[in-house]
């Protein structure tokens, strides 16, 4: 049984410079896996196709093919308009690569809940705001997005809270795992709560 969605292609954001960890989220290792193929794993599941967004000078080739970030140092943002100026007609899945407690059903409850009407589908955090790193972006959506980064406004999660009537917001089951690893104390932690110790 397939659970591949049509039109749909998955991003991971892989991109960024990660100052305050030290070192690439993407080489992260948790229960033996690298975060990377990890994220790259649970995409495949769903998506017809998988790619990772990355800078000019990082060298990702194996899992997914990469889409380089033409955007410059706008963050998350320039992966996902780059994203969809390399594949014009597609619908975008795209996950961050510093959110190891996102698993497959994670992933299946943001598809289940999609809404195609809507400009976005995406997870409501602790806070109340969207999270802009585990949500669906409908191609209809690339326009707003490039004019929102002329504009000069680059976070994803502003634009999302600035639509609110046009995004669909979606009431995580377990709301823990949309939580990102930032700093080493972060992925230490992580660490301690996937063997149990939380």
């Known amino acids: ?60 080739t194996v899992g997914a093919e990469p889409i380089i970030d033409r955007m410059g140092e706008i963050g998350p943002l320039g992966g996902i308009l780059s994203a969809f100026f390399y594949h014009r007609d597609k619908d975008w899945l795209v996950l961050g690569v510093d959110m190891p407690f996102i698993n497959i059903f994670t992933v299946k409850e943001i598809l289940d809940a999609r809404d195609k009407d809507k400009l976005a589908t995406c997870f409501r955090t602790h806070d109340g705001g969207p999270e802009p790193l585990c949500t669906i972006y409908e191609n209809r959506f690339k326009e707003q997005l490039l004019n929102n980064a002329k504009a000069g406004e680059r976070s994803p999660k502003r634009i999302l809270t600035g639509l609110e009537d046009d995004v669909k917001m979606v ?16 992925y230490l932690a992580a660490q301690t709560r996937m063997l149990g110790g939380r």
Do not use: W
Request: proline share 3%; glycine share 10%; hydrophobic share 35%.
């Open 1 to 60: 049984m397939s659970f591949v969605q049509e039109n749909l292609y998955g991003l991971v954001l892989a991109g960024g410079r990660s100052r305050r960890l030290g070192r690439d989220k993407a080489t992260l290792v948790y229960k033996g896996q690298l975060q990377l193929d990890r994220s790259i794993g649970m995409l495949k599941r769903y998506c017809e196709k998988v790619f990772i967004s990355v800078r000019e000078d990082q060298g990702y």
């Open 171 to 186: 009431d995580p089951k377990d709301p823990s795992h949309l939580d990102c690893i930032v700093t080493a104390e972060d």
